[in-house]
T-cell receptor, first 114, second 113 residues
Framework: KAGVTQTPRYLIKTRGQQVTLSCSPISGHRSVSWYQQTPGQGLQFLFEYFSETQRNKGNFPGRFSGRQFSNSRSEMNVSTLELGDSALYLC?????????????FGPGTRLTVL | QKEVEQNSGPLSVPEGAIASLNCTYSDRVSQSFFWYRQYSGKSPELIMSIYSNGDKEDGRFTAQLNKASQYVSLLIRDSQPSDSATYLCAVNMNSGGYQKVTFGIGTKLQVIP
């Protein structure tokens, strides 16, 4: 079974720009979650999508948004980029969701904001 | 108080010893607890999940949960150099009506040959 894939793997943007990251889950998985990982804050939960609906969310500003398509692929968008948005963005998929299920992480997208 | 607390380490143990990794959490009603391992430059991968008080064993790994003390731990027996990684404790929590998974900062484990 193919694993979770994320594109692009690396991105360099400047402050004020916006960016869209993509995540393709493991076949059959309906839940996709997004995380931000930084050395100082660790791994922080952004949101979870399940069957095209945002089901859970963390404590991030509205500049961070996402969506999920009917094939379970998900995109995350960050608008008006700030220097502090530089991080590794990981997505994870699971069959039934973050509450009880094993999550499988993708390789991540490394975002650098200049 | 952080929602999920771990000592960032590094925790150094000799090869063959038992490594003990600890985690405390703040939400008394949390029901799901996970340990992930993350090698440098790689993504986290699940080692163990535990939902009930007590011990759960899987090979060289044992997860221990004490909900009354809000404490979860991971024991690694016969530690190997390949176990050197950062171990992340994750706890399912309810926040404002939403379920979320909160990770600790992670404990860096170094197994010395």
């Amino acid at each position: 079974k193919a694993g979770v894939t994320q594109t692009p793997r690396y991105l360099i943007k400047t402050r004020g720009q916006q960016v869209t990251l993509s995540c393709s889950p493991i076949s059959g998985h309906r839940s996709v979650s997004w995380y931000q990982q930084t050395p100082g804050q660790g791994l922080q939960f952004l949101f979870e999508y399940f069957s095209e609906t945002q089901r859970n969310k963390g404590n991030f500003p509205g500049r961070f948004s996402g969506r999920q398509f009917s094939n379970s692929r998900s995109e995350m968008n960050v608008s008006t980029l700030e220097l502090g948005d530089s991080a590794l963005y990981l997505c994870a998929s699971s069959y039934s969701g973050v509450s009880t299920d094993t999550q499988y992480f993708g390789p991540g997208t490394r975002l650098t904001v200049l | 108080q952080k929602e999920v607390e771990q000592n960032s380490g590094p925790l150094s143990v000799p090869e063959g010893a038992i490594a003990s990794l600890n985690c405390t959490y703040s939400d008394r009603v949390s029901q799901s607890f996970f340990w992930y391992r993350q090698y440098s430059g790689k993504s986290p991968e699940l080692i163990m999940s535990i939902y009930s008080n007590g011990d759960k064993e899987d090979g060289r790994f044992t997860a221990q949960l004490n909900k009354a003390s809000q404490y979860v731990s991971l024991l690694i027996r016969d530690s190997q150099p390949s176990d050197s990684a950062t171990y992340l404790c994750a706890v399912n929590m309810n926040s404002g009506g939403y379920q979320k998974v909160t990770f600790g900062i992670g404990t860096k484990l170094q197994v010395i040959p």
